[in-house]
């Protein structure tokens, strides 16, 4: 039972133009909530985050946003770029110390030129 | 400075033989976790070491072990393969104790298949 979901497997988007990714979570303990990228034959990389005494967090053109009572997040990109072509984990903590991250499966975007 | 290096970078095995992955962290870094990333998982937590002692276990079977050196860098090792263990294998490395969960810094993993 996936406590973390990423419906979509994989999103194209024109350039230039919004990329909308989805995360919904079932463990209403989470209170930490980030996204990863990951491009091929790389790591993942802390993209940004959010905690749940936020709604939105932004960061240049990345903006998260929680609906803690919905229990959804999701990842805006605006606009898009093909560099942002990559796979993004949403990842869940109960806990700022986080030892036990929970990850989603990823969805795979590709920003097309 | 050096990131998490991971050796090998691939690695095939085949069924029954068992395996050693070796993960050297961030210098200064005290905390290692490893996770298994497979298609439509996601990363799954296996176990995170901390100054040479387990301190997480996630929902693996004991075929799969690890351990910390003094100085930090950590092996990760998976007895009798499966098929099913054919997966991208990274770990993390934070400062430790008391690291928020945005301390955390990805090596590029091993990609382990099993034949």
């Known amino acids: 039972d996936q406590q973390v979901k990423q419906n979509s497997p994989s999103l194209s988007v024109q350039e230039g133009r919004i990329s909308i990714l989805n995360c919904d979570y079932t463990n209403s303990m989470f209170d930490y909530f980030l996204w990863y990228k990951k491009y091929p034959a790389e ?3 802390f993209l940004i985050s959010i905690s749940s005494i936020k709604d939105k967090n932004e960061d240049g053109r990345f903006t998260v946003f929680l609906n803690k009572s919905a229990k959804h997040l999701s990842l805006h990109i605006v606009p898009s770029q093909p560099g942002d072509s ?8 109960a806990d700022n110390y986080g030892q036990n991250f929970v990850f989603g499966p990823g969805t795979r975007l590709s920003v097309l030129p | 400075k050096a990131g998490v290096t991971q050796t090998p970078r691939y690695l095939i095995k085949t ?14 870094h005290r905390s290692v976790s490893w996770y298994q990333q497979t298609p439509g998982q996601g990363l799954q937590f296996l176990f995170e070491y901390f100054s040479e002692t387990q301190r997480n276990k996630g929902n693996f079977p004991g075929r799969f072990s690890g351990r910390q050196f ?13 098929l099913g ?13 008391g690291t928020d969960i945005y301390g955390y810094t990805f090596g590029s993993g091993t990609r382990l298949t099993v034949v």
Request: hydrophobic share 35%; charged share 10%; net charge negative.
């Open chain 2, 15 to 28: 069924r029954g033989q068992q395996v050693t992955l070796s993960c050297s962290p961030i210098s200064g």
């Open chain 2, 70 to 82: 003094s100085n930090s860098r950590s092996e990760m090792n998976v007895s009798t393969l499966e």
């Open chain 2, 85 to 97: 263990d054919s997966a991208l294998y990274l770990c993390a490395s934070s400062l430790g104790a």
């Open chain 1, 43 to 45: 790591g993942p990389t």
């Open chain 1, 86 to 93: 990559a796979v993004y984990f949403c990842a869940a903590s």
